[in-house]
């Protein structure tokens, strides 16, 4: 089930092949020293990072999920992996509602 998630982090390394740089992590990008210029993600780095984010916490539930199962891992443990890949999931899901939206809005727009 996760792999089928894994293809939209396609769209990540994609971009990378164009010649954008994405990076793995969620934080925003900060002002190098020296330079005069702050810089800002673009809005696909933004939802790249939103998704390996994603994909990282299910697969983290998933994986305490089978050490329960083996009896290796805490209850508190894999309920706390669940719980944080379901809020990840219905955030990925509120922002692609949120999207499709958009476009459908824009797409009733007349020219």
Same mark, same amino acid.
């Given at each position: @089930?996760?792999? &089928?998630? !894994?293809?939209? %982090?396609?769209?990540?390394? @994609?971009?990378?092949?164009? /010649?954008?740089?994405?990076?793995?992590?969620?934080?925003?990008?900060?002002?190098?020293? %020296?330079?005069?210029?702050?810089?800002?993600?673009?809005?696909?780095?933004?939802? /790249?990072?939103?998704?390996?984010?994603?994909?990282? *916490? @299910?697969?983290?539930?998933? %994986?305490?999920?089978? !050490?329960?199962? #083996? %009896?290796?891992?805490?209850?508190?443990?894999?309920?706390?992996?669940?719980?944080?890949?379901?809020? *990840?999931?219905?955030?990925?899901? &509120?922002? #692609?509602?949120?999207?499709? *939206?958009?476009?459908?809005?824009? &797409?009733? @727009? !007349?020219?």
């Amino acid at each position: @089930m996760i792999d &089928a998630i !894994q293809s939209v %982090g396609a769209f990540s390394a @994609m971009k990378e092949v164009e /010649g954008t740089n994405l990076t793995a992590s969620t934080s925003l990008a900060m002002p190098v020293a %020296g330079a005069s210029v702050p810089q800002s993600q673009s809005f696909a780095e933004v939802l /790249g990072n939103m998704t390996t984010d994603a994909i990282r *916490s @299910m697969k983290s539930a998933e %994986g305490a999920s089978l !050490q329960a199962v #083996r %009896g290796e891992a805490n209850t508190r443990e894999v309920i706390d992996a669940v719980m944080n890949a379901e809020q *990840s999931l219905q955030t990925a899901i &509120a922002i #692609r509602d949120k999207v499709v *939206s958009a476009y459908l809005e824009i &797409a009733r @727009m !007349q020219i």
